[in-house]
């Protein structure tokens, strides 16, 4: 079982940079496919980026698509790094694993490991 931590959340001003991790405990994170999402206050869950273990499949929405960054630092840890933020990227951001069997649609992939969140607020 992996245990997931997420770290790097904060106040930032619009247009400013934040850098998340999302570090494992347990085992480490080879072999799994490696997502990040985000859910405002009143929204629906939103998947923001994900990654295959190879790193040859990489997911991003529209809403970040040029501005966030996920990245694989090491065999424990992966990465959001997020520019130019925006008011509307406020929410709390979690990260999500699950094994890489090989033949998926990584922007349809389900994920069943999950860390606690860590909040992003983006000021005007």
């Known amino acids: 079982q992996v245990q997931l931590v997420e770290s790097g959340g904060g106040l930032v001003q619009a247009g400013g940079s934040l850098r998340l991790s999302c570090t494992a405990s347990?085992?480490?994170?080879?072999?799994?496919?490696m997502g990040w999402f985000r859910q405002a206050p009143g929204k629906e869950r939103e998947y923001v980026a994900g990654i295959s273990w190879r790193g040859h499949k990489i997911y991003y929405a529209d809403s970040v698509q040029g501005r966030f960054t996920i990245s694989r630092e090491n065999a424990n840890t992966v990465s959001l790094q997020m520019n130019n933020l925006k008011p509307e990227d406020t929410a709390v951001y979690y990260c999500?694993?699950?094994?890489?069997?090989?033949?998926?649609?990584?922007?349809?992939?389900?994920?069943?490991?999950w860390g606690q969140g860590t909040q992003v607020t983006v000021s005007s």
């Open positions: 999500a694993a699950t094994w890489d069997g090989g033949v998926y649609v990584i922007k349809h992939i389900e994920y069943n490991h």
């Open positions: 347990g085992r480490t994170l080879s072999g799994y496919v």
